[in-house]
Every structure is written in C-alpha cells, then in structure tokens.
C-alpha cells in the first residue's frame, strides 16, 4: 500500500472520529398517535355497530332532489374555493419533484471565453507577454451524484411527496365543506318557503275571519271592535311574508356564491322539494374504519408522514455526506478562440466529494430538535382530529336520533292543535263562541306548524352533518398511508464524544 493511500486512509478514519463530536443523543420525537381503535366510541356510536354501509360519494342525492343535485354539480365545477384546493395540489405535487431531483444525477455544462491583453509596462509588466492579447477559454460538463448512503435525500423527497398528499385529502376537505355547506343551505330555503307557504296561510285565513266579521257587523250581529280586532294582525302577518321573501332572495344569493356564480343564477332556483326516507347507514366496525373516510383524518395522517421523514432528513444531516463527482472537458490559455477544441486540450477527472459535519455551535442538533417538535405537533393534531371526529360523529348521531322523536311528537302536536281549531271555528260559525276563541286556536295551530318545519328541517341538517361527519364517502380508507411512513425512521445514535460546541 503506498503512501498517499495510507495518507488518505488516515485522514478519512480521522474524520469519522472527529464527526462523533455530532452527537444526536437525547433528541428523539415524544408523542404517538392514538390508536382509534383504543378510544371509547360511546353509546351512540355502540349502537350503529349493528347496522353496515358507507354514505356514498354523492350522498347529497339521498335527498332526492335533482335540483340539488344540479347545484353541487355545478359548484364542484366552477367553485373558485375548490379552484384554489386544485391549485395547491398542483404546487404541493410539483414542489415535490424539485426535491426528488435532489436523489437524481445532477449533469451540468459550462463555457466561457475571454480575450487576455497584457499591460505594456517596463517597470511592472509582465516581461515578455507585454503588450500582447490572446484569447483563454474553457468548456466542459460536470457530473454530481449524491450517493445517499444516510437516505437523507430520500427522505426529503418522501417528506415533500407526503405534504403532497396532505395537501391533496385537504383539498377533499374543501370540497365536502362545499357540499355541505351547499345542502345546509338548501335545506333552509326550503324551510322559508314552508314557513311563507303557513304565514300565507295565516294570511288567508285571518283575512276570512275579518271577512266574516264585518258581515256579521253588517247583519247586526257583530260589533265594530270585532271587525278591528280581526284586522289588526294583517299588517304584521304581510310584514313577515315581506321578510321571508327577503331570506329567500338571501338563500339563493348565498347559493349561487357557493357555486361560483353571480347573484343572477339565483333566479333559475325553483322551490326546493326535498325527501329524506332512509335512515343512515354506518359500517360495522367502528371506530376505525370510520375515522378512515375523513379527509382531515387522511390529511393528519399523510403530516405525521410527512413530520416524519423531516426528522429523517435532520438525522441524516449528522453523517457525513458522500457525493460522486466527475468532470469532462477542455481548457486553453493563449492561442485563438477556438484552440480549446483540439484533442490535446481534452481532460477530465472523477472521484468521491466528502462533506462532514464537526462543529457547528450546535446547528444540526437545533434542527433535528425542531424537526422532533414539529413531529411530537402533527402527532397531537392528528390525536386531536380523531377525537373531535369522534365527538362530531357521536353528536349528530344524537341529534338525528333526537329529531326523529321531536318530527313524531310534533306531528301529533299539530295534528292536535289542527283538531282544536277546526272544534273553535265551527263553535264561532254556530254562535257558541266569540272569535278570540278562534284567533287563539288558529294561532297555535300555525305556531305548531311552524315548529314542524322547524324539525323537519333540523333533521335534514343533521343528516347532510352526519354525512359531512362521516367523510361523505370522499376517500377510501385503503389509499391512506401505510403505516411504516408515519414514525421516524431509527437510525443509529451517534456516540456522544465530546460533545457538540
């Protein structure tokens, strides 16, 4: 073995020595994802065990309302919201082949020629190139290989590749918001036309009764405060039919904003006519499979994924970095412009490049800590998300249930306060009974009525809630992570040495 490999040899065994200065002992992630499996789903969510099946992708045409249907199909297609999602897909994904660039050959080429005059000068020229010119040129291609022994660039580019896709469940994150946000909406434009449909109602039959009242006047058998107590409440009964008209003028100016459209589509809006008949339907196995259909679920989990590799990348940075570095080409000082291109000025060169850490004020250990923290933060936002999934589910669960006991009780209450009226007017129109035995039965009646809608639109809400809830049906739990991507990869600790300066 000669000497210069012996020289080498030393240098480099020197080296590795010294690098153990870089010590990443002691800096590790802390927190770990919850297993939804573990968490308590509640009795509400116990009770669904029984019953199977997921919403389906458009799960808004349980509605059965193709108007609907042609609202959402609209605002998914021009929906500035969903248009700006697409758009940081589309960065995310293109930022990451930036960095996955990094694991390929980097092959660059150069050239330059200049044209040399030497200064005439006797007391300091430079002797015999004194005032003389001539030109000097070089060209050449340059290959750099990052041989990534550590995996560092790999798991940059596996970092960015899952921010890619975090950033791609979060866009399916936008989208179900629209969805819902458009079917809460519609639910509540159908509720004000139910709700003027009662107060015309009312306004049809308070006007009757003052009809009545004024002939009784005429025929001697009412008096003149019967005809003004019965016109009394005209005024305020139009003033509300005023003010729904406005809320559905609102309603369809809100839609068509959710759809990306003017205030102007609005006026294509016919009246709603929603019908919910089924009841919903949950997978049989809970609570992991169905925390796995919730975008922001995914998109939590594709982070931690992402958190991860950063903390590979921050590890790696402690090992020395070994790069294959080759170069080809020519080179010429005097002579003509094009002397560089002759055989003789050809040559070239190839050998491994060596970067090693040693001491940097403790640089690459505040990284790997940050990278850590920002692992342990993905982690709690990610335990978080399960829990609030799980909470969201349980409580429109409980709220569905509810409504539909409220939609039975306040059907029997209308059908109650409907009988109670029809008794009062026909009592009125046979003398036993003054007319505010009527008002009062006419307003309770249309009160009841009211309330019904009320609930009959609470239900529909819960249910486009628990959809929402539930993921709508956006992902399938199988394209999610797989598991091996979302903790740290261990790589061997560096002993401590010295310690890091």
């Known amino acids: ?32 994802r919850l297993d939804a499996n573990t968490l308590s789903p509640g009795a509400a969510l116990a009770q669904a065990r029984r019953e199977a099946g997921w919403p389906r992708e458009s799960w808004w045409q349980q509605y059965h309302d193709p108007q609907l249907d042609a609202w959402i199909a609209r605002a998914l297609e021009h929906s500035p919201s969903l248009d700006e999602a697409e758009a940081r897909v589309r960065q995310a994904m293109a930022l990451a082949e930036v960095t996955r660039a990094a694991e390929a050959p980097q092959l660059g080429a150069s050239a330059s020629l200049r044209r040399q005059h030497w200064p005439d000068d006797a007391l300091h020229g430079p002797g015999a190139l004194a005032g003389s010119s001539h030109w000097n040129g070089d060209a050449g291609l340059g290959l750099r290989y990052a041989l990534d022994l550590w995996g560092r660039e790999r798991s940059a580019s596996e970092g960015a590749r899952h921010a890619a896709y975090a950033s791609a469940a979060a866009g399916r994150v936008v989208q179900l918001e629209l969805e819902r946000n458009i079917v809460l909406v519609y639910v509540q434009l159908a509720l ?24 009784r ?61 089924a009841q919903p339907s949950l997978p049989a196995v809970l609570p992991a499979d169905l925390l796995g259909r919730r975008p922001d679920v995914v998109a939590r989990r594709w982070q931690v994924a992402a958190r991860a590799s950063g903390v590979d990348v921050a590890r790696a940075d402690f090992y020395p970095n070994i790069d294959l570095v080759a170069g080809l080409g020519f080179g010429a000082v005097g002579g003509g412009a094009l002397a560089l291109l002759q055989a003789g000025k050809l040559g070239g060169s190839i ?151």
Not at 1 to 9: N, P, V
Not at 238 to 262: K, S, T, V, W
Not at 387 to 394: F, G, H, Q, T, V
């Open 192 to 215: 004000r036309h139910a709700e003027r449909d009662i107060l015309k109602a009312t306004l049809a039959q308070q006007e009757h009764i003052l009809a009545l009242a004024r002939r």
């Open 1 to 32: 073995m000669s000497s210069r490999t012996c020289l080498a040899g030393a240098l480099l065994a020197s080296a590795l020595v010294l690098g153990g200065c870089m010590s990443t002992g002691g800096i590790a992630p802390q927190q770990a």
């Open 217 to 277: 006047l005429a025929g001697g058998l009412g008096t003149a405060f019967e005809v003004s107590q019965a016109s009394a409440p005209l005024p305020e009964t139009r003033r509300q039919i005023a003010e729904l008209d406005a809320r559905i003028a609102l309603a369809g100016n809100q839609l068509a904003a959710l759809a990306g459209q003017g205030p102007g589509a609005a006026a294509q809006l016919q009246r709603p006519n929603l019908q919910l008949t």
């Open 351 to 501: 050998g491994p490049a060596l970067s090693l850490p040693l001491f940097d004020g403790g640089r690459r250990r505040g990284r790997l800590g940050a990278a850590s923290a920002a692992y342990d933060a993905a982690v709690a936002r990610y335990n978080q998300t399960l829990i609030s999934a799980l909470r969201e589910i349980s409580d429109q669960l409980i709220r569905l249930r509810s409504l539909d006991e409220q939609q039975r009780l306040a059907a029997e209450a209308t059908a109650t306060a409907e009988a109670s009226w029809r008794i009062a007017e026909q009592a009125w129109r046979g003398g036993l009974t003054d007319y505010l035995a009527v008002l009062e039965a006419q307003t309770r009646l249309f009160a009841q009525q009211r309330v019904q809608q009320q609930v009959w639109a609470a239900r529909l809400a819960a249910h486009a809630e628990l959809m929402a809830a539930l993921g709508g049906g956006l992902l399938d739990p199988q394209h999610g992570p797989a598991e091996r991507l979302l903790e740290p990869r261990r790589v061997p600790v560096l002993s401590a040495g010295a310690g890091s300066r």
